[in-house]
């Protein structure tokens, strides 16, 4: 079975500018979560979907992060402008519904804001 | 908001040690999960335990939940390098709410 899939891996960009994350889930997943894992921190719930719903952003920054999930499958995570303190991992995570939230995770990928 | 605290924050310790870390909370959880995280890779999940007083057991790593559902512990017997990482615990707040709040981590290394 394959994993929770991310891109790119790394990326570097200046301060006010754009980037965009993606995300493809282990097939079947219905629950997708997008978590900022800021270095020394547990990953922290920005967004979570339903197939292609929102269930909760209530920690999402919306004046500068936003993201979809279309058709329910995979999901884009977009943060413009960027601040240097968005500096972080970001994470994808999936799970299926009915068992105990048992979350499996992408590699993530590393932001850095300079 | 449901804090987790972990403790020890850094354990560093030589191969063959027992420890033990610690996931404390003042609020109930449904559930309480524990992952291991290597550098570069995302969170993997160790064992979800559900049950007040629960313990289970993964070879040599041992989990227990917390009689009233607010703490948990994992002891490892004999660690080798390979249990190098950050251990997460996460818990579910609410039953059925499919969402996590996870702790800071205890960044644990085994030196040969």
């Known amino acids: 079975e394959a994993g929770v899939a991310q891109s790119p891996r790394y990326k570097i960009i200046e301060k006010r500018q754009s980037v965009a994350f993606w995300c493809n889930p282990i097939?079947?997943?219905?629950?997708l979560y997008w978590y900022q894992q800021i270095l020394g921190q547990g990953p922290k719930l920005l967004i979570q979907?339903?197939?292609?719903?929102?269930?909760?952003d209530s920690q999402l920054p919306k004046d500068r992060f936003s993201a979809e999930r279309l058709k329910g499958v995979d999901s884009t995570l977009k943060i413009q402008p960027a601040k240097l303190e968005d500096s972080a991992v970001y994470l994808c995570?999936?799970?299926?519904?009915?068992?105990?939230?048992?979350?499996?995770f992408g590699p993530g990928t590393r932001l850095t804001v300079l | 908001t449901q804090l987790l605290e972990q403790s020890p924050q850094f354990l560093s310790i030589q191969e063959g040690e027992n420890l033990t870390v610690y996931c404390n909370s003042s609020?109930?959880?449904?559930?309480l999960q524990w992952y291991r995280q290597e550098p570069g890779e995302g969170p993997v999940l160790l064992v979800t335990?559900?049950?007040?007083?629960e313990v289970k057991k993964l070879k040599r790593l041992t989990f227990q939940f917390g009689d009233a559902r607010k703490d948990s512990s994992l002891h490892i017997t004999a660690a080798q390098t390979g249990d190098t990482g950050l251990y997460l615990c996460?818990?579910?707040?609410?039953?059925?709410?499919?969402?996590?709040?996870f702790g800071k981590g205890t960044k644990l290394s085994v030196i040969p």
């Open positions: 995570a999936s799970s299926l519904r009915g068992t105990y939230n048992e979350q499996f």
């Open positions: 097939s079947g997943h219905a629950t």
């Open positions: 979907f339903q197939n292609n719903g929102v269930v909760d």
């Open positions: 609020s109930v959880f449904s559930s």
């Open positions: 335990v559900v049950t007040g007083g």
């Open positions: 996460a818990g579910e707040p609410r039953a059925g709410s499919y969402q996590l709040t």
